[in-house]
């Protein structure tokens, strides 16, 4: 499975063995050898592997841990255009099975990049998951988060101790499923371990839990692990909710359940519409028929009178303005003998 992340440092003792390393999309001139190089990303690689030790690890680097306000927040993507996409691509094409992005967007200016919805659709149509952190944002602004707003990402949020969503997990539609992640104890790149919180832990975790899912069953498609993960989850009152998905996840059940997948229906279906929508008039699907002359200067003709009131309204509310400064003017009165 592969880890896109800050990098990952593979020698330290919870990750030595399990961890190749991938090429480094952000290219900002740092090494392994740096402090400020794979903190986070070596906190998720530890934790994926907290779940499947046997995985086999391929990490991305594709932001760096000096993007983001907070070490453990994972929330604040400055890795350069296409680093994300440009990772995806990589990972699939060198075998990734998962894919675990416990990364997004911040939280002001947020918007879809075309690029990696691409690289996300790749991936998918591959038969490779595609995991994302919800966001960290839900006692904040609650802002919408990309990757894990893409369509086919399976968007994971946070939950706290009791099993109830934590404080900062983003609330959101996308939301499927939810799992801890709060005082999580995961690796530090410069040794040690570290107790660490947000939705980024959390989707390392379901990730560990997908690579057992495939471990048992490998030709699950992307549709089914999402199924699997979803109904076999403690879901909420009402069975789904913006809080945590359909609910916490549960790995046993999950890992069982890909033994026997429900089919996947997702495969494509012909379309059976009209041909086109100018069928009954026989008008190309490429161009446009003219506009009635008479609706164009109707159009045109409501315009100007428009702009006719719009410059006659001005001169009035001008006028009046002249008027009243003249009237002011004429009650000042004269300079006295001492001046002003």
């Known amino acids: ?23 480094d999309y952000r290219k900002d001139g740092l090494d392994p050898q740096s402090p400020e190089w794979g903190g986070h990303g070596t906190a ?15 990490s991305v680097r594709v932001i760096s841990d000096q993007d983001k306000k907070k070490v453990n927040d994972g929330h604040l993507v400055q ?6 996409a440009n990772g995806i691509y990589y990972s699939v094409d060198h075998g990734a099975d998962v894919i675990s992005l416990s990364l997004g967007s911040g939280e002001v200016g947020n918007y879809a990049n075309e690029d990696d919805v691409a690289a996300v659709g ?67 790149n410069t040794g040690g371990y570290q107790k660490v ?7 390392a975790l379901v990730s560990g839990v997908v690579a057992l899912m495939l471990s048992r069953n490998p030709e699950l498609t992307p549709a089914q692990t999402r199924a699997i993960l979803t109904s076999t989850a403690s ?15 549960n790995a046993t059940a999950a890992v069982k359940g890909a033994a026997s997948p429900p089919a996947d229906r997702t495969a494509p279906v012909k379309y059976e519409g009209k041909e086109h929508f100018a069928t009954p008039v026989g ?11 008479s609706l164009w200067l109707t159009g045109l003709g409501a315009a100007g ?36």
């Not at 890795?79 to 994300?84: C, D, K, L, M, P």
């Not at 879901?235 to 996840?249: D, R």
């Not at 009131?309 to 004269?334: D, E, F, H, I, Y």
Request: net charge neutral; proline share 7%.
């Open 283 to 293: 008008t190309s699907k490429t161009t446009h028929p003219d506009m009635e002359q």
């Open 197 to 203: 919180d947000g939705t980024s832990p959390a989707t």
């Open 305 to 340: 009178m428009g702009l006719l009131l719009s410059v006659g309204g001005l001169l009035l509310v001008l006028g009046g303005r002249r008027k009243r400064s003249s009237g002011m003017a004429a009650m000042v009165p004269p300079p006295g003998p001492f001046g002003a």
């Open 79 to 84: 890795g350069g255009a296409g680093s994300i």
């Open 44 to 58: 998720m690689a530890s934790d994926v592997l907290k779940v499947a030790p046997k995985a086999e690890i391929l």
């Open 235 to 249: 879901h909420p009152q009402g069975g789904w909710n913006a809080l945590v998905g359909y609910g916490q996840i």
């Open 122 to 188: 790749y991936a998918l149509s591959h038969g490779v998951p595609v995991l994302a952190s919800a966001g960290n944002s839900g006692d904040k602004l609650n802002e919408t988060s990309f990757p894990s707003g893409y369509a086919g990402v399976i968007a994971v949020a946070a939950t706290d101790r009791s099993g109830g969503r934590a404080s900062f997990s983003t609330v959101h539609t996308y939301n499927e499923v939810a799992a801890p992640g709060v005082d999580i104890l995961s690796a530090k």
């Open 1 to 23: 499975m592969a880890v896109l992340d800050t990098g990952a440092v593979a020698d330290h003792p919870a990750l030595k063995g399990r961890v190749t390393t991938g090429p």
